[in-house]
């Protein structure tokens, strides 16, 4: 049982939760990720680390609640007590000196390249951020960003924060300065991770993009986080989850990830129509609207 110490409602739909885990949090590194699973009757869900606190032995996580699992996490409170927190997994990021790195996060991914950011930074690289969101309140970790990047630009798709248009487009205005940009790591949805990848290839640049398909058991047996990279079948969760963003197979996954929507809406209303009957609907009501 892993206890959540503590609980924040960033933005509309996205929390930050402290878990008490310290054996994770002593080997956590930048990049790595965990896989959760509530209850007994849960699903299994990856879920990238933030940040993690060897002395206090805690690990921060996000959760944008969009699923019947993250919908239910979402209504955990201090206090209360996931069953199994299993991690540290993945590759961590690799932490060199490469020179000038640009990190691009859109939107819920910000929280996966804060970490990155910040041990690029403290490697001695000057590190670009930029952060992308639909809107301002969905914009996070913004001030974290200020603290662990040298620059950071803020994209918004509406104009209400920042800069109107894409990551992408500020992007481009990076590459097209003619200042050497060493690296990109991107990470976020993944039509805006193969736009990044679409752009940077003629100029070929080396581009990193983080991959979170469907996964099951995160040590590469159930075969369902595969990923067609270089003409190659690779695990997200043994392989990755970081790749080169010039050689996934983006309309393979992107077809993949379409396969249990169905399933998941369904889930997801049969969680919402049972948490009314419980009495939790007004909760989940005032959440989301």
Known sequence: MFKIMKKIHLAPQVFQYLLHAPDIAKKALPGQFIIIRLDETGERIPITISNSDPIQGTLTIFVQAVGKTSLEMSLMHAGDFILDVVGPLGNPTQIDLFGTVVLIGGGFGIAAIHPITRALTQAGNKTIAVLGARTKELVILEKEMLNAATKVHVVTDDESYGTKGLVTD????????KKPIDRIIAIGPLIMMKSVADLTRPYKIPTLVSMNPIMIDGTGMCGACRVTVGGEMKFACVDG??????????EGLLNRLKTYIPEEIEAREKYLNDAGEKCRLAEVSQIYG
Not at 170 to 177: D, F, G, N, V
Not at 241 to 250: M, N, Q
């Open 241 to 250: 989850p970081e790749f080169d963003g010039h050689a996934v197979d983006f």
């Open 170 to 177: 500020t992007l481009k205005m990076l590459i097209e300065k």
